[in-house]
């Protein structure tokens, strides 16, 4: 069993930065897939990035490439997501997730999901 906890999103400017965070609980944590994923109002639940186990293969979705980077710290059991240049589209709920195989863009192949951290971007 995993617990995620998001964290940091906010208001921020067009044109700023946030950091969002992920805890997780579980001793097996490092072996997880992890995702981000957002979803807008009014709008479906959409892919963000992933990365793998390891760290060493990250993903974006081709729109947020070189705005958004995927991190984690299997130390502290966090997983990140460092947001720049935000733009008022970027507003969503974004949530992150962990899947015990091979991370995916697609959310049915994540077993665990965060509640979500508001993040508002205003123009």
């Known amino acids: 069993q995993v617990l995620l906890v998001e964290s940091g999103g906010e208001l921020v400017q067009a044109g700023g930065s946030l950091r969002l965070s992920c805890a997780a609980s579980?001793?097996?944590?490092?072996?997880?897939?992890m995702g981000w994923f957002r979803q807008a109002p009014g709008k479906e639940r959409e892919f963000v990035a992933r990365m793998t186990w390891s760290g060493r293969i990250t993903d974006y979705a081709d729109s947020l490439k070189g705005r958004f980077t995927i991190s984690r710290d299997s130390a502290k059991n966090t997983v990140y997501l460092q947001m720049n240049n935000l733009k008022p589209d970027d507003t969503a709920v974004y949530y992150c997730?962990?899947?015990?195989?091979?991370?995916?863009?697609?959310?049915?192949?994540?077993?665990?999901w965060g509640q979500g951290t508001q993040v508002t971007v205003s123009s």
């Open positions: 997730a962990a899947a015990r195989g091979i991370a995916t863009r697609l959310q049915g192949g994540y077993d665990y």
């Open positions: 579980g001793r097996t944590f490092s072996m997880y897939a």
